[in-house]
């Protein structure tokens, strides 16, 4: 085949999960992370943006009937893709941490009676739940993520006694204030006497939901992921949000037939507990996720081998060569040029490839070197309808597209990470444009125009989001440039105030 229309033919996927939920199982790298979370080990999955969380989500959720066939229900709390459940919240949200609290509580608890009333558990103490739930409007017939949400708020309000449009408010008779009681839901646990009126407390309905479950071998788990879209807008809403969840999700410990699986960033994990919190200690049941070099040469060999026109082409046995990483490694040898940059102290190719989508904590995304193979096969095309010879021998693509290529993969990481979620930043980085590689506290306080003490401060709020590497000493350091953000910067190679920045070879 004409090496053209071969490019032509070939598709690496998109580097956002959700837009390839169907082919995500044919991608996907089962690692032992993997195997602990689907084994139900894990409940807290975080990652940096484009580690993969999403793609965890989305296979736990399309895994559904081999979990049943284990005894495992999955429930999803959000959307897998369009407008957040939880926009509404950004315009109005819950006044105190407490009020986030309860509507976690109601808006989970929701969402599991109606997972199981559409199994069929049918239990006396199940049905209860099921008909103080209908009373106050938290579960209908057919499920609507958003407005259960905006429902569960609403009751989360008036059972705190704040005042809402809907009004409501009720009041204990001797003492004129909020009795935490509506229908057949007490804020807290009931005397006895409310309780032989049918009054049960939210955490009373779990434990009744709980035992339905274990009456029926069933376990649920309920899937909340997006978060970090959900509340990107406002990072005090963001932390508020996640403190009341991990609170509720410590809650619901007590019920060992409920579990809680949330897909968070590690960054805004970092953001919500670094001034301090206590229950984040009371979890040790999560997993971090990281990618090591085999692991991301595996993940870029699945992609490739998912176009059966090139194992075709090239005679590959898909299924031997994933099974083998020395295999694998001799494939990216016959299909990739050996070095981008040529000399003997350059870097081969695929180790060029992981440094340029690498951030400056070192850590390089899933996410970026996606969007790297489809922007080298873009280049690819370009190049030779333009009447360029071929890349030599059985190569894909020629070393020259490389360095065309990644100029795409920076401006998307800095527009739809830094810019998109922390704008607040976006001036400081903005007057970085055309600047040398590397920074002193002196070079950055005469770019931002604030003091070395302030630029110092500065530079450490861009270290935590992964733009700058802290080199030098402690009295004297430098601040170092990772290149997945240079080519949208336009920034020159080199250390300010002269000299070579000899790393940045390779």
């Known amino acids: 085949m004409e ?22 199982q044919e991608y996907f790298v089962q690692t ?24 965890l989500y989305l296979l736990l959720d399309k895994r559904k009937e081999i979990l049943f066939d284990r005894g495992v229900l999955t429930v999803s709390g959000e959307n897998p893709r369009g407008a957040t459940v939880f926009k509404d919240l950004i315009a109005d949200p819950p006044a105190t941490e407490r009020e986030f609290i309860v509507l976690w509580k109601l808006y989970i608890l929701s969402l599991i009676a109606h997972e199981l009333r559409t199994y069929g558990v049918a239990t006396s103490e199940a049905n209860t739940v099921y008909g103080a739930l209908e009373e106050a409007r938290l579960l209908e017939r057919e499920l609507n993520l958003a407005g ?35 229908g057949k839901i007490s804020l807290a646990e009931p005397d006895r006497e409310l309780r032989t009126e049918g009054i049960n407390s939210i955490d009373g309905m779990f434990s009744k939901i709980n035992q339905a479950l274990s009456d029926h071998d069933f376990v649920i788990w309920v899937l909340l992921d997006r978060l970090d879209v959900a509340f990107a807008d406002s990072h005090e809403l963001e932390a508020n949000a996640i403190r009341a969840l991990i609170r509720t999700y410590n809650d619901l410990q007590a019920f060992d037939h409920i579990s809680l699986k949330i897909f968070l960033r590690e960054d805004i994990w970092k953001r919500v507990t670094e001034t301090g919190f206590r229950e984040a200690s009371h979890i ?35 299924e031997e060569i994933l099974s083998d990483a020395i295999k694998q490694n001799a494939l990216f040898g016959r299909i990739f040029p050996a070095q981008v940059e040529q000399g003997p102290r350059k870097a081969a190719t695929f180790d060029w490839m992981i440094g340029r989508c690498a951030d400056a904590t070192g850590n390089t995304a899933p996410r970026e070197l996606i969007h790297l193979l489809n922007c080298l096969r873009d280049e ?116 300010a105030g002269g000299g070579n920045d000899v790393d940045d070879e390779g």
Do not use: H
């Open 32 to 55: 032992d992370q993997w195997n602990r979370i689907e084994r139900g080990d894990v409940d807290i999955v975080r990652g940096e943006k484009g580690a993969g969380k999403s793609a």
């Open 148 to 182: 259960l949400l905006r429902s569960a708020q609403s009751f989360a309000r008036r059972l705190l006694g704040i005042k809402t449009i809907e009004g409501g408010v009720k009041l204990d008779p001797m003492s004129g204030m909020p009795s935490g009681v509506i």
């Open 284 to 318: 040790v049941r999560y997993e971090v996720m990281g990618w090591t070099p085999p692991m991301l040469l595996n993940l870029i060999m699945r992609r490739v081998l998912s176009n059966d026109v090139l194992t075709a082409e090239y005679n590959i046995d898909r």
């Open 380 to 495: 690819e095309i370009r190049r030779l309808e333009r009447g360029e010879n071929p890349a030599p021998a059985e190569q894909i693509f020629d070393r020259s597209v490389f360095k065309q290529a990644l100029p795409r993969v920076s401006e998307t990481r800095l527009n739809t990470y830094l810019y998109a979620e922390y704008p607040e930043e976006r001036p400081f980085l903005e007057k970085l444009k055309g600047e040398k590689t590397e920074q002193t506290p002196e070079s950055l306080s005469t770019i931002w125009g604030i003091s070395r003490e302030l630029a110092i401060a500065k530079a450490d709020d861009l270290r935590k989001l992964g733009f700058f590497q802290v080199r030098g000493t402690r009295d004297e350091p430098t601040y170092w440039i990772p290149f997945i953000y240079r080519d949208a910067l336009s920034m020159v190679q080199g250390k």
């Open 3 to 24: 090496r053209l229309e071969l490019l032509k033919q070939l598709n690496f996927g998109s580097q956002v999960a959700e837009d390839e939920v169907s082919k995500l």
